[in-house]
Each structure stands twice: as structure tokens, then as C-alpha cells.
């Protein structure tokens, strides 16, 4: 049977492979540790679902506008100049089912053949994928662990071209958890100011977990903020990824141009989460908050545990709920008969030996280190570390 050459463009994300195999593992009757999935350990806050409850009573349960309904894009709207103090209008917003498929609509909407997307790295591993699948050239900006996963006006001005067509990044960033500041994005912002044809999508899904300040939005600085298109979503900050709802705010063209995609595609996503998301974004932060405070926490010991770890190197991350250590100091290392080459080998070794999964750093960009979740509660957290620091000591 002869497929598409298209599925040969790009691979199978390293985040839900890995979740898979330790799945298989756990079938098994192992007991294995996922610290690979990107998906809060909480549920969905009360009076969300309470919401939902009350949207299948009323028969919420027809075909919706592709755009999403009219008063969930107004939601939309207050979340955003509640939080961010930007001013946008139902027009400027699309909700879609899940931020992947808000992605997935302006890479295809974006780019054509040929055209270059700049990504710093290191980046989520569907950047890189879906525009390869566009038939678009991602050009990879190095950041380095110096400087907490974050690069510099001179880098992002060295790296554009004439091809340049869209500019991609996320702050709190997954995997490194690292944070533009306000003065960072003022300085990309003054490249893009000399640069107009440039578009610039700002990946803003993890907005809620950040730990030393207010998020700062690159769609802040007014002069540019018609070429910024904001991405965001209901997974990371409400524990709501099963429900899948994504939304843009972006200029009504581009707007426009990913609900004429999205029609053919999906047409609008559940008609119950967009409900439920209306009360998700107007009602009370409080478990949103609570979850900060615990990721918080975790974040304190794990970083504690891995500092006891010889030849692991890790930035503190000031966002998201990952740790992105690098751990090249185990490349070449073996234990009887398994070789650790790579950060690949080592996240296979991790979860064979320590029975712990972890995701390769090479899938984001960043072949030196592996991404390990706080996502789980503290008694796991430190187990998955112990084991971890038993299986490296093993290796010589």
C-alpha cells in the first residue's frame, strides 16, 4: 500500500512516543514513572465542569460557528485585556481544538513552499513539524544554557534572510521553562520594527505558571502588534487538555484565513468545551493559582535532587512545568552492554533500567539534554529522581 510522501516530512512527536512506550511498560505490571507528558496532574476546577454540566442540560449540543461562539470569543477578549491589557475584538480571535490545531491553521494559512520560519532553540518538538509539512525551511537559532534558552537581538537579526516569512516562539518557553522579560522582547521587537514583512507567532500557553513575574506578551508593543499572533489555549493554565480548546488573536485577515482552513478541517470544536471555556476565562483563578503554588514546590525539590546528581547541568526555569538538564557528561558512558551515545540512548536506558520516562533533548532542538516533567506529585518526583541518580551512577 503506497502513502502519502508527505507523512516521510516529518515525525511522530517524542513527547506521546515515549508516553507510549512507558505506557506498554506499565501493561506489563512495571512500575514506571512518566515524566514525559506535558499535561497538569490536577482536574479541571468545579465550576468549569459545573458549566459543562449545565451546557449539556440546555442542549448545547448543535454545530457552532467555525470561529467559535460569539460570546466565548468576547471571553476571549476580557481574558486578554484583564491579563495581558491588550485590546482586541471578536474579530481577532479564533478558537480552535487545541492550540496544536491553532498552530497547525497559521503554519498552513503562513507559509509556502520555500519559506523560512525562524525557531530558537531549543522549541516544542511541533514547530519544526508542521512547518516541514508546509513545505516551509525552519532555520534554527542556538541558544545556549548561559543564557537560560534565550537568544539575543544580534542572533535573530543574523538569521534572517529575504525568505524570512515568519518568526515562532514560546514564552514560558516548553522544553527549557525559560521567560522573556519585558526589556528581552523589546529588543526582538526593535529587529522586527526593521523587518515589516515579518510575522511572529508568540506561543503564550503556559502564561499561568510562571514564577518570578507578570507574563510580558511580545503583542505589547503596538507598532507590531498586528504582526503578532498570539497563541494560547485551556490545557497548561485550567488543567483542561482533554477538553481541547486553543484560541489565536492575531489580525482579522489572518484570521480570516485560518477559518477558511479550519472549515475544511475541523469546522468549530466542541460546542460543550467552548462553554465550559467561557467560565474557565472569566471565573475564578484561584485553582489556576493553587497549581502555580504546588509547581512551584515541586520545581524547588527537583531542582534540589538534581543538583545531587554528578554531571547533570541545569538552568532554573522561571516557566512551565519542565526541567531541561543537560546531561552530555553520559554520552559514551556504558552500562554492561547498553552504550549511551546520545540523549536518545539515555531516555531509552532511563526508562529500561530506572523505569522512568523523560523525553530526548534532540527532539527540541537541543541534542544535550533530555526534558523531565514536574507534572507529577512530590513522592513520585522524588522517587523518578533517586532512581534516575541510581541508573547514571551505574554508568562508567
Known amino acids: 500500500m503506497k502513502l502519502?510522501?508527505?507523512?516521510?516530512?516529518?515525525?511522530?512527536p517524542e513527547t506521546l512516543k515515549m508516553a507510549k512506550l512507558g505506557r506498554e511498560l506499565r501493561a506489563k505490571g512495571i512500575d514506571?514513572?512518566?515524566?514525559s507528558l506535558g499535561e497538569p496532574d490536577f482536574d479541571t476546577p468545579d465550576h468549569v465542569k459545573e458549566a459543562a454540566k449545565v451546557a449539556i442540560d440546555k442542549n448545547f449540543s448543535h454545530y457552532t460557528p467555525v470561529a467559535g461562539y460569539a460570546d466565548l470569543r468576547e471571553a476571549i477578549c476580557t481574558k486578554l485585556k484583564r491579563d495581558n491589557n491588550l485590546d482586541y475584538k471578536p474579530e481577532n480571535v479564533l478558537a480552535s481544538t487545541g492550540a496544536k490545531q491553532s498552530l497547525a491553521n497559521l503554519i498552513l494559512a503562513i507559509v509556502d513552499a520555500?519559506?523560512?520560519?525562524?525557531?530558537?532553540?531549543?522549541?516544542?518538538?511541533?514547530y519544526s513539524e508542521l512547518v516541514r509539512l508546509a513545505d516551509g525551511k525552519p532555520v534554527f537559532v542556538q541558544s545556549t544554557i548561559q543564557s537560560k534558552y534565550k537568544i539575543t537581538p544580534a542572533q535573530l537579526e543574523a538569521a534572517i534572510t529575504p525568505k524570512t516569512k515568519l518568526f515562532m516562539f514560546s514564552s514560558p518557553c516548553n522544553p527549557s521553562g525559560s521567560v522573556y522579560t519585558k526589556q528581552e522582547l523589546e529588543g526582538l521587537a526593535d529587529v522586527f520594527r526593521k523587518h515589516p514583512d515579518i510575522l511572529i507567532i508568540s506561543d503564550e500557553i503556559y502564561e499561568y505558571i510562571n514564577y518570578n513575574a507578570k507574563h510580558e506578551s511580545i503583542a505589547q508593543f503596538g507598532d507590531i502588534k498586528d504582526r503578532v499572533i498570539i497563541v494560547n489555549g485551556l490545557s497548561k493554565g485550567f488543567a483542561m487538555t482533554g477538553w481541547r480548546l486553543g484560541y489565536i488573536a492575531a489580525d482579522?485577515?489572518?484570521?480570516?484565513?485560518c477559518e477558511k482552513l479550519q472549515g475544511q478541517l475541523t469546522s468549530a470544536t466542541c460546542s460543550i468545551t467552548q462553554r465550559a471555556a467561557i467560565d474557565a476565562l472569566t471565573g475564578d483563578l484561584a485553582p489556576s493559582h493553587?497549581?502555580?503554588k504546588a509547581f512551584t514546590d515541586r520545581r524547588k525539590r527537583i531542582l534540589e535532587l538534581l543538583k545531587e546528581i554528578p554531571g547533570v547541568e541545569c538552568?532554573?526555569?522561571?516557566g512551565a512545568f519542565y526541567v531541561f538538564p543537560k546531561v552530555d557528561a553520559y554520552f559514551g558512558k556504558k552500562d554492561g552492554d547498553t552504550v549511551i551515545a546520545n540523549a536518545d540512548d539515555l531516555c531509552m536506558y532511563l526508562l529500561n533500567t530506572a523505569h522512568v520516562s523523560t523525553v530526548t533533548g534532540t527532539a527540541f532542538g537541543e541534542p544535550t539534554c533530555i526534558r523531565l516533567s514536574f507534572a507529577n506529585s512530590m513522592t513520585n518526583i522524588e522517587k523518578a529522581a533517586e532512581r534516575i541518580k541510581k541508573a547514571l551512577a551505574a554508568l562508567k
Open 290 to 292: 493553587d497549581m502555580l
Open 32 to 35: 514506571v514513572i512518566d515524566l
Open 252 to 257: 482579522p485577515v489572518i484570521v480570516k484565513a
Open 114 to 126: 520555500g519559506d523560512e520560519v525562524i525557531i530558537p532553540t531549543p522549541y516544542w518538538v511541533t
Open 315 to 318: 538552568a532554573e526555569p522561571d
Open 4 to 12: 502519502s510522501s508527505r507523512l516521510q516530512k516529518f515525525n511522530e
